[in-house]
């Protein structure tokens, strides 16, 4: 077996893997994967499958899964967008769903079960979230499960923001919340793929992934001069978004909330607090 594959991007257990890594891997059998969405506004993946194991990450709704297993109310598959493995909840997924046209680009939206504003909202969706739109009516898009949208909340999937760190501002405030994804509650590196892939940007999920494959890497010293807003900072177990040369964007447990702050004084306290340096800063092109 190939010791060298990361069990968070590896969709493989002793008894069942995915059929491509036949080879690769031992299992004592190999499944074809079955191709379904997620239908709520987000699905916890577990690392197993019961709702109190830890949450590794969400999926958003209208992403893609590749599901292996389905067993006693749990799937186990991998995420197609940043290719994460763990258990969802079934009844969060469908495989009939649409493909969504649209994507959420509001920080958070409402979807009312007509073209109206005063009725009782039936669900809410945070950014990112994939909308299958097959109408209209009025100022609202009307989705394929029947309910209404406002329109200046969506954007086609292709539609891009400018400048993902003004993405990430929108998000100051919001509680944080270990493996969360959306705008109720999210972790440092989710606010940095989040607010990425709202420029079109991939990104793979954790920090130590992010550290690894994203940008380029910046020389820095004790000073920390000379950096740029969308620099990414990382520590051990950390990333945050700089919004200026000296200005650090963060979701952090310390407050428990996205924050923003002088980076070197965030720097010595990390440190102070056994979060170790700063272990390396990376520039996107």
């Not at 969709?11 to 379904?36: C, K, N, T, Y």
């Not at 380029?216 to 040369?245: N, S, Y």
Request: net charge negative; glycine share 10%.
């Amino acid at each position: 077996m190939n010791t060298n594959l990361d069990r968070r991007l590896t969709p493989a257990r002793p008894d069942l893997a995915a059929s491509h890594l036949d080879g690769q891997v031992e299992a004592l059998a190999f499944a074809d994967p079955i191709p379904m969405r997620v239908v709520t506004p987000s699905a916890p993946l577990r690392r197993e499958p019961r709702p109190d194991a830890p949450l590794d990450t969400e999926a958003l709704a209208g992403e893609a899964v590749r599901v292996y297993e389905q067993h006693e109310g749990w799937a186990w598959g991998q995420l197609v967008g940043d290719s994460y493995v763990g258990y969802l909840p079934e009844d969060c997924l469908a495989g009939d769903a649409p493909a969504p046209t649209h994507r959420v680009c509001a920080l958070r939206t409402f979807i009312y079960p007509g073209p109206s504003i005063k009725l009782p909202p039936l669900e809410a969706l945070s950014l990112n979230a994939g909308v299958a739109v097959s109408g209209e009516s009025g100022d609202f898009f009307t989705t394929s499960h029947g309910g209404h949208i406002f329109k200046q909340h969506l954007c086609l999937r292709d539609q891009h923001e400018p400048d993902f760190v003004a993405v990430a501002e929108r998000f100051l405030n919001v509680p944080y919340f270990w493996g969360g994804k959306t705008s109720l509650g999210l972790d440092c590196s989710a606010l940095v793929q989040l607010s990425l892939a709202a420029a079109g940007i991939a990104a793979p999920r954790d920090s130590d992934m992010q550290e690894r494959e994203l940008g380029e890497a910046v020389a820095f010293d004790d000073g920390l001069k000379g950096l740029r807003r969308g620099d990414l900072v990382f520590w051990k177990g950390h990333v945050g978004i700089m919004t200026d040369p000296d200005t650090l964007l963060h979701a952090t447990a310390y407050m428990m909330s996205v924050i923003r702050e002088p980076l070197r004084p965030a720097r010595d306290r990390i440190l102070a607090r056994n979060g170790g340096p700063i272990t390396a800063i990376r520039r996107l092109g």
